[in-house]
């Protein structure tokens, strides 16, 4: 099947021009000006933006956490990712401690076969437990799977937070893989402590969460990740940076020049600790670990994207129902299952509270949202851009069209959208995966198992399609 895009406005991170791309046997074959070739479907762009699909590098899909389990599917998490503009995901597979990476593994690879996906699929490892000798050595082979990222908790004690050694051991194996290491930081030890006084007080409001997370454990565990990774000579990548205090170590790492980066995620730009409050136990919705900061984060958030000391939007998707999941806390917030839901939104969230607020650019957004997260994981320039040969992952994208976020219109199975009613101007309209329109107004249009399972190459590799 062969596809002809006319007319749209192609936006990379570096580029912006009007074109016509032509796309065969899944990828890119010809850009150029009023290309005339014949084509099985011709899509008019006319108006519209081509971007390359977005690129969402931290998910939860299907993932036992605390005594539940994350309530999208493969195939409803993926739909909702395509129907906002994602083409790829790169989920967390996590070691359960005491168990092998291999187990891991073949769990999250037999859920991705029931619930098939619609856009692709790459891992990351989660390393919980050291302990087996062993398990070294299959981390040491993981890259053969495809996994070229290593991901460790600092906090989340007595379930899959690691100590200094697991995490100092995990780094000096990533340098020797060339392998990207990324760190929950939080100081899980002192988190811990407070939860317990909390409890011990009977706090057991949603508020408290927040309370017993504060900013300087995320400050103190960022900057010791960031030492460590300085004395094993890794790679390191900071997950869902929440604040001033960890945004401060990170830029002082990139102003030397050391290899330090991290992410933010939509959450932490949009809401504050206040959502923590609304009545009726409806805050646990906003339950997500780090918590909801006071609002005068987002603007250190927002300067840091735009300055390069973040360089990456993902999305945490970590979701669960309010009734059934988030209720399990009702009367003790540190049994309310952590994480929000937020795989569908991000890009017109980006698009229209970044861009058309002039934050940031519109080359920047892509780089945010899809190139910065195929070059970190291996994926680039496979996907994260439009160019000859590229996998043809594209979002063709109103600028003007108005979209309400609503539950209604989500494909996500979760009971409830943390962006209910934001009107927000710019929406995908069709939405692209290896040249398959996946995604068309809203609706699937593909049959589930579309998704392919991407293994990935190093971190400052580059991956390139089959035959090339
Ligand atoms: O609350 C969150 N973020 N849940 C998912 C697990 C994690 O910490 O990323
Ligand atoms: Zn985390
Ligand atoms: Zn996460």
Not at 14 to 28: C, H, L, N, T
Not at 318 to 343: E, S
Not at 427 to 453: A, F, I, S
Request: proline share 5%.
């Amino acid at each position: 099947m062969s596809v002809l895009i006319k007319g749209g406005r192609i936006v990379t991170a570096s580029d912006d021009y009007v074109a016509d791309i032509f796309i065969e046997k899944e990828r890119i074959s010809l850009i150029g000006s009023n290309l005339k070739v014949a084509a099985d479907r011709v899509i008019d762009a006319r108006g519209k933006y081509v971007l390359p699909g977005a690129i969402d590098p931290h998910t939860h899909i299907e993932f036992p956490f605390g005594a539940t389990t994350t309530c999208d599917t493969w195939t409803s998490a993926t739909t909702a990712a395509a129907a906002g503009g994602t083409t790829t995901v790169v989920d967390f597979c996590v070691q359960t401690p005491g168990k092998s990476l291999g187990a891991a593994l073949d769990s999250w690879h037999k859920k991705m076969d029931k619930n098939k996906p619609v856009i692709d699929v790459g891992f990351h490892m989660a390393i919980t437990d050291l302990k087996k000798p062993e398990t070294m050595k299959e981390l040491a082979a993981i890259d053969e799977a495809g996994i070229t990222s290593y991901k460790l908790f600092m906090a989340y004690k007595g379930a899959v937070m690691v100590d200094d050694t697991t995490l100092f051991k995990v780094m000096r194996q990533a340098k020797e893989k060339g392998a990207v290491v990324m760190v929950h930081a939080e100081n899980g030890d002192a988190i811990d402590v407070l939860v317990k006084d909390a409890q011990a007080k009977k706090h057991t409001l949603p508020k408290y969460h927040a309370s017993t997370r504060p900013v300087e454990t995320e400050g103190e565990a960022t900057n010791r990740a960031i030492q460590l990774s300085r004395i094993a000579g890794s790679t390191l990548y900071v997950v869902h940076v929440s604040c001033k205090q960890s945004i401060d170590p990170i830029a002082h790492a990139r102003e030397n020049d050391w290899d330090i980066h991290g992410e933010t995620c939509p959450q932490y730009l949009f809401f504050d600790e206040s959502y923590l409050d609304k009545p009726n136990f409806e805050g646990a919705k906003w339950i997500y670990t780090p918590p909801p900061r006071p609002k005068e984060h987002q603007d250190h958030l927002w300067h840091a994207l735009n300055k390069d000391v973040l360089s990456v939007i993902s999305t945490d998707h970590c979701p669960f129902n309010w009734k059934g999941q988030k209720t399990l806390g009702r009367k003790d917030f540190a049994m309310i299952p952590n994480g929000g839901v937020g795989i569908e939104d991000r890009v017109r969230l980006i698009h229209h509270y970044g861009v058309t607020k002039g934050r940031i650019s519109l080359n920047r957004m892509v780089e945010l949202l899809s190139t910065g997260p195929a070059k970190y994981f291996g994926l680039y320039p496979r996907k994260g851009t439009i160019s000859i040969g590229a996998d043809a992952d594209i979002v063709i994208f109103d600028p003007k069209k108005k979209w309400t976020i609503s539950k209604k219109t989500s494909h996500c199975l979760a009971d409830h959208n943390l962006y209910e009613g934001r009107k927000v101007t710019g929406t995908p309209v069709v939405t692209l995966v290896r040249g398959k329109v996946v995604v068309e107004d809203n609706k699937l249009v593909v049959t589930p198992g579309h998704g392919q399972y991407i293994k990935r190459a190093n971190y400052g590799s580059k991956l390139l399609a089959k035959g090339k």
